[in-house]
């Protein structure tokens, strides 16, 4: 099971989530805490889902605009016959914090 970080998405006009730019996060072998964050790629939505159904885990991320470090939000899930993306909390309540991501160019 991997883990990812979801950074940025590309929306069509009527709100669709069609691409996203993701980040695969790594344990760091010198501690249980640290994670390593790789190099952001670019997928579709379809194949993100995919991951997400397999078992992977996806969170709603960016760099802390001080810091430069990376922040792990929100749960990325999929919902919906058409396995849509959607983010939701701890407690698996909906969220909006994956629309508040930065789009892609």
């Not at 790789?38 to 885990?57: C, F, V």
């Amino acid at each position: 099971m991997s883990h990812y970080l979801l950074t940025k998405l590309r929306l069509t006009t009527n709100g669709q989530i069609t691409d996203v730019a993701v980040r695969k996060l790594t344990p760091d072998p010198q501690g249980l805490s640290a994670i390593g964050v790789g190099p952001e790629e670019q997928t579709t939505s379809a194949i993100l889902a995919g991951w997400i159904e397999a078992g992977d885990s996806v969170y709603v991320g960016g760099r802390h605009d001080g810091s430069g470090a990376f922040e792990i939000g929100d749960e990325v899930r999929t919902s919906g016959p058409r396995h849509e993306l959607e983010s939701c909390n701890i407690d698996g309540a909906r969220t909006k914090a994956l629309l508040s991501l930065p789009r892609m160019s």
